[in-house]
């Protein structure tokens, strides 16, 4: 079971605020760009500030609620009429635009560096643009793990908790980067694999 098999309950969950937000005139496109926003917004935040360790446990909250938005907008497109060319767009680049925000910041902490971090983001949007290709050749938008968007949010915002909670990272977690950097790789991997497959 991934993160992917429990979105239908949280949906079901938002589904009454959903309806609220469409009938007060609320868009898809404002909810991307909404959580597009605070994603920079705390990023630089984190950035600025990366010595104040407990404002890190924002993350994991911000993970939560940015989740939330990511079903709304999606549920508002396909719900209520709003899926749109831009919003195909918007969805996608601000995904990426959000991701690379958040994680950067944790170049800042000890132990990880700058590279390791940077590798990370890259390998992470790599991997969306490969899933997205999967339309290009008669396949589906691909989600495919091991490490997907979902499983990411995860992980740092567990990150986040951490460094909030203890003030710092151990040093034995170096480890981590190069091995997401892997996993990264081996969900590429996975993704044209499955496309190549579902195309035929």
């Not at 005139?25 to 935040?45: F, K, P, Y």
């Amino acid at each position: 079971m991934t993160l992917y098999d429990i979105k239908p309950r949280f949906q079901a969950l938002l589904r009454p605020l959903v309806k609220r937000l469409a009938a007060i005139g609320i868009t898809a496109n404002q909810v991307t760009l909404a959580a597009a926003l605070g994603s920079v917004v705390l990023g630089v935040i984190l950035a600025w500030y990366a010595e104040i360790t407990v404002l890190f446990l924002a993350v994991p909250v911000w993970m939560f609620l940015r989740m939330a938005l990511n079903a709304i907008d999606g549920m508002l497109a396909r719900e209520f009429g709003q899926q749109s060319k831009l919003g195909a767009y918007l969805n996608e680049v601000c995904d990426v635009v959000s991701d690379a925000a958040l994680f950067m910041p944790f170049a800042l902490l000890a132990p990880f560096s700058f590279f390791d971090v940077a590798l990370v983001v890259f390998l992470a949007t790599l991997t969306e643009f490969v899933g997205v290709l999967g339309l290009t050749i008669g396949a589906s938008r691909r989600y495919d793990g091991p490490l997907g968007k979902s499983d990411r949010a995860l992980v740092f915002g567990a990150l986040g908790l951490w460094a909030g909670v203890a003030g710092s990272l151990p040093t034995w977690l170096g480890w981590l980067m190069p091995v997401l950097s892997v996993l990264l790789i081996v969900t590429i991997v996975n993704r044209v694999k499955r496309a190549l497959a579902e195309a035929g």
